[in-house]
């Protein structure tokens, strides 16, 4: 079966938020966590249509070193550390090797945070109904660090919401969180990016508009 493509993330945003809002009935206790840059704007309008406080939720690499493609683990907002047991028992990395490299990235995380965020501290997820918004899902490496930093958050229940997906990345998903919404799923998926008319690159001064607009305390 033929899917359609997405105008650019406004329109998957706007598609995404109504089919999160079919599926979340009590919107008193919701927010909204967009990965950056590019779920930002999709987080944007799901946000809008569920009428819900948005924040930005970042996840940062921790590469294996020489080999830096190769995630060993991630950090995410709060400094919470994911790591990839799989990846560390086929290549040995020392503790300190581990440690300098979350140093590193807690650095730029932080960088980051300020510069999105400015002064304001982070939406509380303790109990909160989270749904988690990127752009789409190749491997889902970065959503599944993501999910798993949320826990350790004690969020009350995630939902992972995204416009477009690999099939079996849907799948795997599905097994860590409490609900996952992907509106396409197509096969052959090959990236998330071709599945967008217009897929430019969401830039920091969007990221910043879009925050100050949206986020508020619950």
Known sequence: ??????????????????????????RTNVIVLALPRGGVPVGYEVARVLDAPMDVFIVRKLGVPGHEELAMGAIASGGIRVMNDDVLRYVPVSKNAIEAVSARELVELARRERSYRGSKPPLDVLGKTVIVVDDGLATGSTMRAAVRALRQKNAGSIIVAVPVAARETCEELFREVDDIICLRTPDPFQAVGLWYDDFSQTTDEEVHGLLASRVRPL
């Open 1 to 26: 079966m033929l899917q359609e493509r997405f105008r650019d993330r406004v329109e998957a945003g706007q598609l995404l938020g109504r089919a999160v809002a079919e599926r979340v009935s009590d």
